[in-house]
């Protein structure tokens, strides 16, 4: 991964339809390392949702998150596997390019990588910045599995039922459902514990990020649901994706 030292100049420039911020920090931010990023700033840890994994195998790394609104300057820091996680001097900033995801309803970073990291995401909102918890790059050690078990039963045909094995990957702690449409919208967006999901039923969700009421399934449409298994340290395990028409 190159790791580069730039001089960023805060401007009025928006991502993802955010308002900007122009009230953080000085006009002009050294930016290098994520200490020199937080110093004389209020900052909050855990407070961006974001996991990495490596579907498309190799060294590459997809680094994903949310935006919630009003999220500005989404930034992706790196420090070595060998360094404590939670050692802000260690991260540096990256070269990754920030995109969207499902037409902006998540967001990501893409990285090439020859060696395992640490990856912290940061956002600005409202006079402060947003840390995610460290997320422990194992692409190498142990990289992302895609497989092929989920049932889908249509005890009613638009409110499917989505279930999965929760043998795949011992480490998983929380999975991530994504329900979208052939347009890449995403309809919902759900964490839960238990390795099944209902659209949409949230008795079991632990963690909600749609926005709004989610659109009602249309008899005869294609969708497709996207499942990730996430460990304690934010990898994702496992990755599975299907089509289905309700």
């Known amino acids: 991964m190159k790791v580069f030292r730039i001089i960023l100049i805060v401007v009025s420039l928006s991502f993802m339809n955010c308002t900007d911020?122009?009230?953080?920090?000085?006009q002009v931010v050294f930016l290098n390392t994520l200490d020199v990023y937080l110093e004389d700033a209020t900052f909050?840890?855990?407070?961006v949702i974001a996991c990495a994994g490596n579907t498309g195998g190799g060294n590459s790394v997809r680094t994903i998150f949310y935006p919630a609104p009003g999220m500005t300057n989404f930034r992706l820091f790196a420090s070595d596997a060998s360094n404590d996680p939670n050692d802000h001097s260690e991260y540096e900033i990256t070269e990754a390019i920030n995109f969207g995801l499902f037409n902006g309803a998540l967001?990501?970073?893409?990285?090439?990588?020859?060696?395992?990291?640490?990856?912290?995401?940061?956002?600005?909102?409202?006079?402060?910045?947003k840390l995610s918890d460290p997320i422990r790059v194992k692409h190498i050690t142990k990289p992302t599995t895609l497989i092929q078990d989920l049932n889908i039963n249509f005890f009613d045909s638009l409110t499917p039922t989505f279930q999965w094995s929760d043998s795949a990957d011992t480490e998983d702690v929380i999975y991530f459902e994504v329900v979208s449409?052939?347009?890449?919208?995403?309809?919902?967006g759900t964490y839960t514990q238990d390795p099944t999901f209902v659209y949409y039923d949230t008795s079991n969700v632990v963690l909600n990020i749609t926005q709004g009421t989610p659109t009602q399934l249309t008899a005869g449409n294609q969708y497709i649901v996207?499942?990730?298994?996430?460990?304690?340290?934010?990898?994702?395990n496992v990755f599975i994706t299907e089509s289905f028409i309700p």
Do not use: Q
């Not at 911020?21 to 000085?26: E, H, K, Q």
């Open 21 to 26: 911020n122009n009230d953080l920090g000085p």
């Open 44 to 47: 909050e840890t855990g407070a």
């Open 107 to 129: 967001n990501a970073f893409d990285n090439i990588l020859s060696s395992e990291k640490w990856f912290i995401v940061t956002a600005e909102l409202n006079d402060e910045i």
């Open 181 to 188: 449409d052939i347009d890449d919208n995403m309809l919902s």
């Open 226 to 236: 996207s499942v990730m298994g996430i460990s304690a340290d934010n990898w994702i």
